[in-house]
């Protein structure tokens, strides 16, 4: 079966067709070189149309008619006039185009099923076809122009991560570099921490301590401390009625230290920008210096005991540490509350006042105000 490339788009199509099935580029030059031009006959030349009486024969000159005369003696511009060519030209009928026929002058030209008509001219095309085989009229001209473009869903950075193709195709990629590139990421991470190191080093402080304290802050871990000592100061502070300083760190719950709490006896703490608080207070010592981080603190008496409600309650806490005062707030409550305190830096003690105090039952509070425990939490060591 004859058929026809396209030089455009390198489809096949029909032999004779005019336009591409595929592309709508005009196929039909080599059609239009392949008609025959009509031409005249150069004077003297008999055309096919003549009798043979014009024909010259014996006794006659070429150009003689069959009565005598010769056409070489008649001017050029007569035979102009007359349409035919002057001597020595030749005559060149201008070319035809023809119309295609109507569509429809028979059955056979009717589109089949599974066919659509061109509009333009009529012919009949495959439904598949988008350009007219006959005049490359657009058959489907709507639906693409309209046609939107194919939608690529794309996956996500993490889908692509751990996507084994692209996995595999990164390793490839690093593996084809050469070896300074392959390893420099593994060159500069190990340069960085190294010069972490050296840093930590030079400013005093062990970089195995920081990593841990950096990994225990992101944890939130704290451990209670050992208390090297627990002193009341002034020693004659504690108030009488069983009171003991040794009961803050002892268990069960059953004992507390309290201090004598008056307006008259109230005075300012030094090393706190002149805040009063109780002339009794607590020094914690500790065997290493160490970061405090929270406090815990059970405020007045224990619930069992019928006395909490006639006394005073600490509601304020002044923590003295390094000549830096904290000030912490207490809620009037029988339960143990975790106060944050961070001190800053390592501290070997704590001085820790009562600021301020809920009033105790009217008519029957008892001039003291009560703590029942006391700990101190810090970073793991």
């Avoid at 056979?108 to 076809?129: D, F, H, V, Y």
């Avoid at 005991?305 to 003295?320: G, W």
């Avoid at 707030?329 to 143990?336: I, N, Q, R, T």
């Avoid at 001085?351 to 006391?374: D, E, F, K, M, N």
Wanted: glycine fraction near 8%; hydrophobic fraction near 40%; aromatic fraction near 6%.
């Amino acid at each position: 079966m004859n058929e026809d490339v396209c030089t455009a788009c390198g489809e096949r199509n029909p032999a004779g067709s005019a336009f591409c099935l595929y592309c709508g580029v005009y196929l039909g030059w080599d059609q239009a070189a392949d008609q025959p031009t009509v031409r005249q006959p150069a004077v003297g030349q008999p055309t096919a149309g003549q009798s043979a009486a014009a024909q010259p024969g014996p006794g006659r000159s070429p150009g003689q008619s069959a009565s005598g005369q010769f056409a070489v003696g008649q001017p050029a511009g007569a035979q102009a006039a007359a349409g035919q060519p002057a001597v020595g030209q030749t005559a060149i009928l201008p070319e035809t185009h023809v119309q295609p026929p109507p569509p429809y002058e028979d059955d056979s030209a009717r589109p089949k099923p599974g066919e659509m008509a061109c509009p333009q001219c009529g012919i009949p095309n495959a439904q598949t076809l988008r350009f007219c085989r006959k005049c490359g009229k657009a058959l489907h001209p709507s639906s693409s122009a309209n046609q939107a473009p194919p939608t690529v869903a794309k996956n996500g950075w993490w889908q692509r991560f751990w996507d084994p193709k692209d996995r595999r195709a990164r390793r490839d990629y690093r593996r084809s570099l050469p070896p300074l590139y392959r390893w420099r990421r593994v060159i500069i991470t190990i340069g960085a921490i190294a010069a972490a190191w050296v840093l930590l080093s030079v400013v005093g402080t062990n970089p195995v301590t920081w990593a841990k304290d950096r990994v225990n802050d992101v944890r939130g871990t704290l451990v209670p401390v050992d208390l090297a000592t627990v002193a009341a100061a002034p020693p004659e502070s504690i108030a009488e009625g069983g009171y003991s300083i040794e009961a803050l760190t002892s268990a069960p719950l059953d004992d507390a230290w309290a201090t004598p709490w008056a307006t008259n006896v109230v005075v300012p703490l030094e090393g706190c920008s002149g805040k009063a608080a109780a002339q009794g207070t607590i020094r914690l010592s500790f065997p290493s210096p160490i970061r405090v981080r929270r406090l815990d603190v059970l405020a007045g008496l224990p619930a069992t005991d019928a006395r909490r409600p006639l006394q005073f309650r600490p509601s304020v806490l002044l923590v003295l540490s390094e000549g830096r005062c904290q000030e912490l707030a207490l809620k009037d409550s029988a339960d143990v509350q975790k106060l944050v305190l961070d001190t800053g830096v390592p501290v070997k003690d704590l001085t820790i006042a009562i600021g301020a105090t809920y009033p105790g039952r009217a008519g029957a509070a008892q001039p003291v105000a009560a703590i029942t425990s006391l700990a101190v939490q810090s970073r793991p060591r």
